[in-house]
Nanobody
Framework: QVQLVESGGGLVQTGGSLRLSCAAS????????MGWYRQAPGKQRELVAS???????NYADSVKGRFTISRDNAKNTVYLQMNSLKPEDTAVYYC???????????????WGQGTQVTVSS
């Protein structure tokens, strides 16, 4: 019923920038919080940043001042602008959203397929 399509990952040198996008489509009534998580090899998945429908943002301490999350509600899309990238940012990045479907009153959590971000030193 809902698809999340991520794009924008890749290989970049230390200090470089990347912009991730995640577009939601399907039988969507409304989208609540949208966010980005990441998982490095051998580590647990962790929250990178999130943004509410009202635009309130939250960031992991490790990315504050370097990453910016934003959303385009008309396009059901969330973005993650990543600047001053470091090797420790290397991970698979996953989009996460809480969506209310047109078919009912409840919210459901959805995950994107993941996009690899690799920062070389």
């Amino acid at each position: 019923q809902v698809q999340l399509v991520e794009s924008g990952g890749g290989l970049v040198q230390t200090g470089g920038s990347l912009r991730l996008s995640c577009a939601a489509s399907g039988s969507i009534s409304s989208i609540n919080t949208m966010g980005w998580y990441r998982q490095a090899p051998g580590k647990q998945r962790e929250l990178v940043a999130s943004i509410t429908s009202g635009g309130n943002t939250n960031y992991a301490d490790s990315v504050k001042g370097r990453f910016t999350i934003s959303r385009d509600n008309a396009k059901n899309t969330v973005y993650l602008q990543m600047n001053s990238l470091k090797p420790e940012d290397t991970a698979v990045y996953y989009c996460n959203t809480r969506i209310r479907l047109v078919s009912g009153p409840y919210e459901y959590m959805y995950w994107g397929q993941g996009t690899q971000v690799t920062v070389s030193s």
